[in-house]
């Protein structure tokens, strides 16, 4: 069965846990195509957990990427750079 390639926007404390259930086999169908943060240090966090995840500081080039099918926002309401696309 083919995996749907989920974009994760915005990495903190709760969408690690959303990526370790996916990666852990938890859910069922899905994989981890790219992670999307506009702060730029959490490159290093990301990297260091999940070599293997793409990650982007521009969420338009992520979605175009070709990495992902869907994406879950992990962004807080207030942050509206994720709606100009």
Same mark, same amino acid.
């Given at each position: 069965m083919r995996k749907?390639?989920?974009g994760?926007?915005?990495f903190h404390e709760q969408s690690n846990s959303y990526i370790s259930l996916i990666k852990d086999?938890?859910? #069922?169908?899905? #994989?981890?195509g790219a992670v999307y943060?506009?702060?730029p240090y959490k490159r290093k966090q990301v990297?260091?957990?999940?070599? #293997?995840?793409?990650f982007y500081?521009?969420?338009v080039e992520m979605l175009e990427s070709g990495e992902v #099918?869907?994406?879950v926002s992990y962004l807080p309401q207030y942050n509206n750079q994720i709606?100009?696309?």
């Open positions: 749907l390639k989920l994760i926007a915005g086999g938890m859910i #069922e169908g899905v #994989e981890v943060d506009p702060d990297k260091s957990l999940y070599p #293997e995840i793409p500081t521009d969420y #099918e869907a994406v709606n100009q696309y």
